[in-house]
Structures are given as C-alpha cells and as structure tokens.
C-alpha cells in the first residue's frame, strides 16, 4: 500500500483545510485509513480514522466536531476536512493505512504511512 498525503498550507485562526490522501495499492474496502499529527517537539499523536468500508469513524477528542474524515471511492483518495482550526492544530499531517477493521487509533495498528503534510494555523 502507498499513500501520499497532501493539502497542507499555512491559514489564519478560524479557517477550513482540506487535506487529501492518494491510496494506492489497495481499495477502501480493503484498508482503514487513519490521519495522524505531530506537532513540533511532540510526539505523533491519532486524529481521525475511518475503518474498511467507511461504516464507522474514530475522532481524538481535540478534533471531534471539527475534522471530518472521509473516501472517495472514485478517486481512491481519503479526505481530512478541518474546520475552525487553531494555533494548537499546526503540526505535520500524516495519512496511514491499516488491514484492521477495528482499533484503529493507535499508531502500532498502521503499518503503512505516507509522507506527512505541514499545516500552520496562525493566531
């Protein structure tokens, strides 16, 4: 599996990012997709994933109400939409994919990563 991530940029407080995330390799019914960050001088941390077939989505409590993460099956590229961001979500973006249709929130679950995606949110 291989994925490349990208979308990221630099906004302002308050805005929306839409970052994207080519798969390849294996379909949406095959694979779970988590996006992860990690924000300078700490460790990678879960966001959002959705499991094999898109029947169920897992948010961070930081992130919930804000992120929404979802597939294009068309396209075979998932979809990390941020609303309302702010200074606390700068950090590198990073998209992972998993054989697991269940726990899929930790970073031992995904074995497959792509590069990550710099997003600043200015204050």
């Known amino acids: 599996v291989q994925l490349q991530a990208c979308g990221g940029g630099l906004v302002q407080a308050g805005d929306s990012l839409r970052l994207s995330c080519a798969v390849s390799?294996?379909?949406?019914?095959?694979?779970?997709i988590g996006w992860f960050r990690q924000a300078p001088g700490q460790e990678r941390e879960f966001a959002a994933a959705?499991?094999?077939?898109?029947?169920?989505?897992y948010y961070a409590d930081s992130v919930r109400g804000r992120f929404t993460i979802s597939v294009g099956n068309a396209e075979n590229t998932a979809y990390l939409q941020m609303n309302s961001l702010n200074a606390e979500d700068t950090a590198v973006y990073y998209c992972?994919?998993?054989?697991?249709?269940?726990?899929?929130?930790?970073?031992?679950?995904?074995?497959?990563w792509g590069q990550g995606t710099l997003v600043t949110v200015s204050s």
């Open positions: 390799g294996r379909t949406f019914r095959t694979v779970s």
């Open positions: 992972a994919a998993s054989l697991f249709g269940r726990t899929i929130t930790r970073i031992v679950d995904f074995p497959y």
């Open positions: 959705i499991s094999r077939n898109s029947d169920t989505t």
